[in-house]
């Protein structure tokens, strides 16, 4: 006996598949803006598409109340730190490549991207601290 799709899931997979074929043809918008004589079309393109993303989360929060859901915005801050750590992780691991393929030079960036995200982070746990949150 076959048991039933639960739709909260179809409606998930469907969400994702959406996300990443949104990032696959932003990437690909991307790469072909930059091939052109003018690339900084990406600029307004990169523009548009936050825009366009704010203006929808601020829709889909108002029709489904999910900005006030309790566990929807607990759920929001566990995978907005998990993502944080998996960014710092790779900027340690492209600093570290980098650093030993072409040089310290080449890898400052990357240094200032990680100082940003630490004083960041001590900085939103002081805050946080301070406030008593």
């Known amino acids: 006996m076959m048991t039933p799709r639960d739709p909260v899931d179809r409606a998930t997979q469907r969400s994702i598949l959406a996300t990443a074929a949104g990032a696959a043809v932003f990437v690909a918008a991307l790469l072909a803006i930059g091939s052109t004589s003018r690339p900084q079309l990406g600029l307004v393109l990169i523009v548009a598409v936050f825009a366009g993303l704010a203006l929808a989360t601020f829709v889909r929060n108002r029709r489904t109340h999910e900005g006030t859901d309790e566990r929807a915005r607990d759920n929001h801050r566990r995978a907005a730190t998990v993502s944080w750590y998996v960014v710092g992780l790779a900027l340690v691991a492209t600093m570290a490549w ?21 004083v960041s982070y001590a900085g939103t746990s002081v805050w946080r601290r301070w406030r008593g949150l």
Do not use: H
Request: net charge neutral; no cysteine.
């Open 98 to 118: 980098t650093q030993v393929r072409q040089g310290v030079v080449a890898a400052e960036p990357y240094g200032y991207l990680l100082t940003l995200q630490l």
